[in-house]
Every structure is written in C-alpha cells, then in structure tokens.
C-alpha cells in the first residue's frame, strides 16, 4: 500500500482544471502498487486514477510508459487510458512529483488464483504482445540479464544472511545464465511485471491489465517466464502444472510459441526467477527497520529458481 | 494508511449478495483510518465504503457506532449511512472480522487549515451535538478522565525516553486534572476524534464527518476542547487565536457555551491533550520497529498541554 505524497484539494482542483472531467468530489489514497503515490480521484464525470511517480521512476521513461497505455488501450487491450489535458499532454506535474490521470477500470485482482485465471491471462499476455508489435517506443529492460550481475554485486555481501550459502549459489546460477541466455528469440513490448496485483477480473473475465511502470522492450517469451513464475506457483511452493498448462495454452491459442521459444522456457524462467529474487534481495538488505512498505521474502524466489534449475525441457510445463 | 485484511473476491460476491446494491465492480483498499480496513466499493449502484473491524474496536461497541451514524444521517448530519442487508441488519462479518458497509461521503479532508475551515467545523460540531440528543444509546468514555492515570501507569517507566521529565511532568498535570476536573457539564453523544482527516469539504462547506468510532457520552465541551488541539495549532505549534475564535464562534452560532463550559475550557483542553499525548506515548512505547503504521509523535501534544496549562481564562482561545 502507498501514498507517500499528499496532495492538498487547492492543489487537485487546479490540476483538474486541466482537463474535462469536471471538478473533483473526492480523492483517496489507495492501497495499490508499491512505486509510486496513487489516487481513486471521484471527479464530476467519473472515477479516474491519478499517480504521483515517485524516485524509483526514472521521468525520462514517462512518456514511453504513458505512450505504450494510450497505443495499448487504443488497441483493445484494457489497459488504463492516460487521460489528454486541454493541451493534448498526459503528463504534467503536481505536488513537485511528475503526475498522470488514467482511466478507471473496473474489477478486482484476484487472491485466489485457479486455473481458469490463469487461462484467461495466457490469451491476455498474448494480446498485449500482438498489440504492441506496432508500437514505436522502445525501452531497455533495466532489470535484464546484462544487469542482474551488477544488482548482485550490490548485495552479495548479505545474501547469507537470508540464507546460508546464498551467494555462492546465486553466482552460480547467475553464471550459468549468463553463458547459456539466447540472442535470438522474438523480441517486443512485454509487460515485464504482470503479477495477479496487476490483473483484474471481473465475473471470471479479464477487465483490467495495469502498472506498466517496468514495460520494455525484451523477449516476448520472457513475459511468458514472469507469468509462470508469479501465476503458477502454490503458496508453499509447489509447481502447479496445470495452471502452467492452462497459462501456456491460454497464450499459444493467440500466439503460438516457436520451438526456440519453447526450448529456451526454462532458462527463460531460471532468468525470470533470479530478476525478482534479486531485487526482493536488494530490498531486504536496504530497507530499513520501520519502513512503510515491508519487503518481500526473496526466499519465494529461491525456490522458484531451484525449481527451473531442476527442469529438463518444457514438458515439466504441461507443454507436449 | 491501513489494510489489515484481505477480502477475496468470492467472499466479497458473497457479502454484497446479502444487500440490494448490486454487484461489486472494484474494490480498493483506501488510506484512511489507522484502526480498521476500510475499502471503498464500486457496485453498480454507486460507491459504498467497506470497513472490517480489527482488533482496537471492541465488536460490542459496533451497534452502538452503526446506530450513531444511522441517527445523525437521519437528523441530516453529513455522517455516512450504514447501508441495511435485505435482513435489515448493518453488521455482519466477511473474511472472519465484524464488517459493515457505509454510504460514500464526497468531499477530501483538508491539509491546510484556514479559519473559515474552522468556522465550519465548529458550526457542524454544534449541529452533531444539537442531533445526538435524543439518541437513546450511551457508550462511556474508554479514554475519560478516569482512564489517564491507568494508562499512564502503563507507559510512565519509558515516558523519559521520548523527553527528559516527561513522567514527572505528566505525573503532576494529570494529578491537578484529576482533582479539578469538572463534574456538572452538559453531556450528550460527542465524536471525539474530530481531527482534520475525519472532516472532508467539498467547494468549503462541511460535506463529511466520518470515523465514528472513538465516540461516547461525555461533556459536549470536551469535544470542542479536542477540537481546538486538532485544528488550532500551527504546525510548530503555535496557537493560532483567529482559528480557536472561528471555532468557537462557529460552534456557539449554533450551540452557545454556558457560563461553566466556557470556565471549564482551558481544563477541558489540558485533558484532551493529555488524553492524545497518553495514547501516542503508549503507541510510540509500543509499537514495534518495521510496523506498518508509524506511531504519531507524542510532543505534539505535550506543547499543547503545557500551551494550554499556561492559559489564564477562555479569552486565551479568543472568546470574550
């Protein structure tokens, strides 16, 4: 949950007169994301999000963020909408933060994930791929293999503080990727993120596909990778093959996967696992006692990694 | 900001099927409130505000709240309606915490105070008095006069941690409230916690009172004293005489003090500082490193209390 910056009423009122959505009725803070400040602004016209990025966002990357919602939403993918001031501009500021309205949208993101969930946002990460293949922006993964050493380097020293023999282990694995990550696999816009946090459904549907705020430009087959990690994995940390399954054939019935794809999904998913188990490291190590947002266990991780390092071919995936 | 609970959306379905709002569109937690969880619920009828009580809030006390709100929305008060189930009842449990559903209030809570905000306030705090009257419930005060010593004796041993003196100091201010506390004034239904935050505006009229959950039966005085430390004090802590008279004139154009209330002012103010101080002190004595809210800082209300012990008669607070 996270608000880290108010915002007066005299401050909203005059951002509001901006734009045409009438005045403001209320604004709440809302327990949504972790980056940045986010409102569920009640204007005259309607709910609307408003997000105060805070320092984790690099400004620069805005308008590729913002530029990839209104290509995406305009395509039919229900992602949020940045909403147009009166000066045609999405992107402005408030309170002293880089700000930006998008379009409310409506459903829930779900706490109990099955199968048919699962389904639903394999088609889903397909579309958005489909989606943004003609989209012009482009954006280095900043959390890509090529960072993942550097990002260890900064925390290595404490990694067997959260598990003894961590570090040795990570460098291995790291090592490993490094040698054996492909070149050449379809590359496009990929959400990069797109845990259940960031889904919403509404009556067993997808409504809503939200927080692009790590989007880039990098293997398309990577996202497939996050999703299995962060959609098919039980709470104690059992591999859910069916779920996996479900995920896959939900994405290969919009967008088959080609054999190189399919042969690079494990290491895909070791890479997708250690990404998240070190910035999860990052952040155990760095924040401090008392913080407003506690960090994740990057443990969850480590065994998501494991896991992958154990899987032979895409079979172990539900996959023929 | 404060979501203590989860609600899946199955268990959400379930609950919203016991009232005729329709179904549930979205559902966010909302930054409000540090006691309970509060979400604010899209159904296709409108936006509802969810909370689930947590564990500060004794699960008795609930009829009593929900049937205050019920009774000031009725006589017209800006306070939110607790929304009737088919079975007619407003409280129920979902996700194993007593839970129940308010109307939406507009408005946003102002955080920066002007002496026409106070003026408004006052007049309304009179208006909540002049309504609770013939409210047949009654709830004694768990943080009254009678329960400072206690929970001092709880806190006193860390209380010079927080300010050299502190637990001699409060020792000899909450040994002279106690024996000159007032036993005769008007008493009715009073808010008690009528802070900035649960007071929204909306184009500068009073459009929300909310978080009754700190009310009780005591002297309707108390509450303006309580008041006069939420809204009156600079944020270095000066008294600011123009808000404390705005306040007070607002109240008494619609409620005028009598003679012993307006005596009784500068004691009633001592106690209610005290009263904060001593649950900020025990909360900041408490509260363990790494929690999610941060403990508000108990000096605050230690300049006010000595602001306040300095305070000759109510001309200090700017009436004649």
């Given at each position: 949950m996270a608000v880290y910056t108010e915002v007066t009423d005299d401050e909203l009122d005059?951002?509001?007169?901006?734009?045409?959505?009438?005045?403001?009725?209320?604004?709440?803070?809302?327990?949504?994301?972790?980056?940045?400040?986010?409102?569920?602004?009640?204007?005259?016209?309607?709910?609307?999000?408003?997000?105060?990025?805070?320092?984790?966002?690099?400004?620069?990357?805005?308008?590729?963020?913002?530029?990839?919602?209104?290509?995406?939403?305009?395509?039919?993918?229900?992602s949020p909408t940045p909403i147009r001031g009166r000066d045609g501009e999405t992107l402005r500021t408030l309170a002293g933060r880089p700000a930006a309205m998008v379009s409310f949208l409506p459903g829930m993101w779900p706490r109990r994930i099955t199968p048919h969930h699962c389904d639903r946002l394999g088609t889903a990460l397909a579309h958005l791929h489909a989606a943004g293949r003609d989209f012009p922006g482009t954006r280095r993964?900043?959390?890509?293999?090529?960072?993942?050493?550097?990002?260890?380097?900064?925390?290595?020293?404490?990694?067997?503080?959260?598990?003894?023999?961590?570090?040795?282990?990570?460098d291995e694995a790291l090592a490993d990727l490094e040698a054996a990550w492909p070149r050449d696999l379809p590359v496009g816009v990929i959400h990069a993120d797109l845990f259940p946090d960031n889904v919403f459904f509404l009556r067993d549907e997808i409504s809503g596909l939200i927080d692009f705020y790590f989007a880039c430009t990098d293997f398309l087959a990577y996202d497939v990778a996050v999703c299995l990690n962060a959609w098919c994995f039980e709470t104690r940390?059992?591999?859910?093959?069916?779920?996996?399954?479900?995920?896959?054939d939900g994405y290969e019935a919009a967008r088959p996967l080609d054999p190189a794809e399919r042969q690079a999904l494990p290491l895909l998913?070791?890479?997708?696992?250690?990404?998240?188990?070190?910035t999860r490291l990052y952040d155990w190590v760095?924040?401090?006692?008392?913080?407003?947002?506690?960090?994740?266990?990057?443990?969850?991780?480590?065994?998501?990694?494991r896991f992958h390092r154990g899987v032979a071919d895409v079979r172990a995936y539900g996959l023929e």
């Open positions: 005059a951002f509001l007169e901006q734009y045409q959505v009438g005045r403001a009725l209320s604004c709440k803070g809302i327990a949504e994301g972790v980056e940045n400040s986010n409102f569920l602004v009640q204007t005259e016209t309607g709910p609307l999000i408003l997000t105060l990025y805070e320092r984790r966002v690099d400004p620069g990357d805005l308008p590729f963020f913002l530029g990839l919602m209104d290509h995406l939403a305009a395509r039919g993918i229900p993964n900043g959390l890509g293999v090529d960072d993942w050493r550097p990002l260890f380097d900064r925390c290595a020293d404490h990694a067997d503080e959260v598990c003894p023999g961590l570090a040795a282990e990570l940390g059992e591999f859910n093959v069916t779920k996996a399954r479900r995920l896959l998913a070791q890479g997708a696992a250690i990404r998240f188990l070190l760095n924040t401090p006692d008392g913080a407003l947002v506690k960090p994740k266990d990057p443990r969850e991780y480590l065994d998501k990694l």
